[in-house]
């Protein structure tokens, strides 16, 4: 099992950058990681997954680039860099970890979310 706690997040205002950051308790090298979100009123969405050994990322259509995942095995931490941020951005953003394959879905493990509000 393993244990994720977000940090990183804040307020920006838009155009701005964040890197958010994903500290696990354990050893992540055998989980791949993901990041979602949730904004007020709406329901979690997929930000971006990537898989153990950091070689393959996925990343939600809508994001257009601007954001980027990145992974640290040795420190256990994963990254979320966005970038561009705009206010539709706003929201909590969580780690999740899932043996096995990046995916869009289907993770055991999550943090309690970090807040992201940017301000236009």
């Known amino acids: 099992q393993v244990q994720l706690v977000e940090s990183g997040g804040g307020l920006v205002q838009a155009g701005g950058s964040l890197r958010l950051s994903c500290e696990a308790s354990?050893?992540?090298?055998?989980?791949?990681m993901g990041w979602f979100r949730q904004a007020p009123g709406k329901e979690r969405e997929f930000v971006a997954s990537?898989?153990?050994?950091?070689?393959?990322?996925d990343y939600a259509d809508s994001l257009n680039g601007r954001f980027t995942i990145s992974r640290d095995n040795a420190k256990n931490t994963v990254y979320l860099q966005m970038n561009s941020l705009k206010p539709e951005d706003t929201a909590d953003y969580y780690c999740?970890?899932?043996?096995?394959?990046?995916?869009?879905?289907?993770?055991?493990?999550w943090g309690r979310g970090t807040q992201v509000t940017v301000s236009s």
């Open positions: 990537i898989s153990r050994s950091g070689g393959n990322t």
């Open positions: 354990g050893r992540i090298g055998t989980y791949a």
């Open positions: 999740a970890a899932r043996p096995g394959g990046p995916a869009r879905n289907n993770y055991n493990y």
